[in-house]
């Protein structure tokens, strides 16, 4: 099923919007407003899935409910911060929603250096260059950082980056190991399927582990709690970044394991070692060979969600970087007709 993301009734794209692109079933929707760490209520929950379906689509998927920050470092306040979780997770079983994204990505979630780099064809995307990172200072919190990260004072952010020193990425694993132990028998009891996101994009940033980064890991992640409900987000742009992924390679492995619950089918064209800026969907625009991947999803008997990701700025549009409405609703509709040409093929 073709999906769109939706960022609730604070997104400029109205749910009547969405419905007219004529690919799109199934919504990727989230609560925005819950403290990190607190579970999110039933009714809540239920209320989001009616508003989606009052429009004539299904609540597919929940991306994301974020894992806190002490559960990534291992703090003992976890046990509590994972009960939470687990809670939410039965909600989300409860309100009939069957597969939640999340991520276990330090601190940052996706990451970017420029939100609107101009393409030939005067559409703006986003991209990220590695030298670039290097110099953000984030003595100031995470003001001078472009895009998504959740707000943070020079305080915190100082606070929060000191206690990652003592976790490398073993450690990083032992903590993704204790909240799967404990959060996937729930979800397969509440009848979720879990897909860990890999980490975007695929590497260490500011010095902070990150471990989600390759198909090796992300089979790893699978065979920690071994259960069909401990899946992965299949994200081709995030993967591809690292040119030693092979895209259809992973798709086929972790595929054929049937772990892979959600795909995010965006392209990207590498432009030097840890540098990429976003494109158009369509192969011929980046590095990401589109029909081969859907291919192998099909060949694997995937039947999960697929959504179009960050698409470009055109025709004028503003607004949310990555998430406006034109471009992804061109991509929702280059990957329904790449799947009905592989369906119907
Ligand atoms: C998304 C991520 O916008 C994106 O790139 O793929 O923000 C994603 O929602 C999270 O990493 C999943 O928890
Ligand atoms: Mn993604």
């Excluded at 953000?136 to 707000?151: E, F, M, N, V």
């Excluded at 695929?202 to 992300?218: N, Q, Y």
């Excluded at 995010?264 to 432009?271: D, L, M, Q, S, W």
């Excluded at 291919?295 to 549009?317: K, Q, V, Y």
């Amino acid at each position: 099923m073709i999906t769109f993301r939706w960022f609730g009734p604070r997104d400029p794209i109205p749910l009547a919007h969405i419905r007219q692109i004529p690919a799109v079933r199934g919504i990727v929707g989230a609560l925005f407003d819950i403290p990190v760490g607190e579970p999110w209520p039933l009714n809540r929950i239920a209320a989001l899935r009616e508003d989606v379906e009052r429009h004539g689509m299904s609540l597919a998927v929940i991306e994301s409910i974020p894992v806190h920050e002490d559960i990534k470092l291992g703090r003992s306040t976890r046990s509590r911060l994972v009960d939470n979780y687990c809670e939410s997770v039965r909600n989300l079983g409860s309100a009939g929603v069957p597969v939640l994204c999340y991520n276990f990505m330090p601190v940052f979630d996706w990451t970017r250096t420029e939100l609107a780099r101009r393409l030939d064809d005067g559409s703006t995307a986003l991209a990220y260059d590695d030298a670039a990172l290097a110099k953000i200072d984030l003595s100031r919190g995470t003001a001078d950082l472009p895009g998504w990260a959740t707000a943070y004072s020079a305080d915190e952010l100082g606070k929060l980056l000191d206690a990652y020193r003592s976790v490398n990425e073993d450690k990083l694993w032992e903590n993704l190991a204790y909240f799967l132990e404990r959060v996937v028998p729930v979800a397969a009891s509440s009848g979720v399927r879990l897909a860990l996101h890999p980490d975007d994009p695929p590497w260490s940033i500011f010095g902070l582990p990150r471990i989600v980064t390759s198909g090796a890991a992300l089979e790893r992640v699978t065979s920690l709690v071994d259960d069909p409900a401990n899946g992965i987000t299949f994200c081709a742009g995030s993967l591809a970044a690292d040119a030693s992924n092979d895209l259809t390679a992973i798709v086929r492995r972790l595929g054929a394991k049937g772990r892979i619950h959600f795909a995010h089918c965006r392209n990207i064209k590498r432009t030097g070692a840890r540098s990429f800026q976003e494109t158009a969907h369509p192969s011929e625009f980046g590095d990401i060979d589109m029909r081969a991947v859907l291919g192998a999803l099909h060949d694997t008997d995937f039947a999960g969600p697929i959504r179009s990701d960050h698409g470009r700025m055109i025709w004028g549009e503003t607004g949310q970087p990555g998430y406006g409405l034109h471009d992804r609703a061109l991509g929702a509709m280059y990957l329904h007709g790449l799947w009905e040409g592989i369906t119907r093929g």
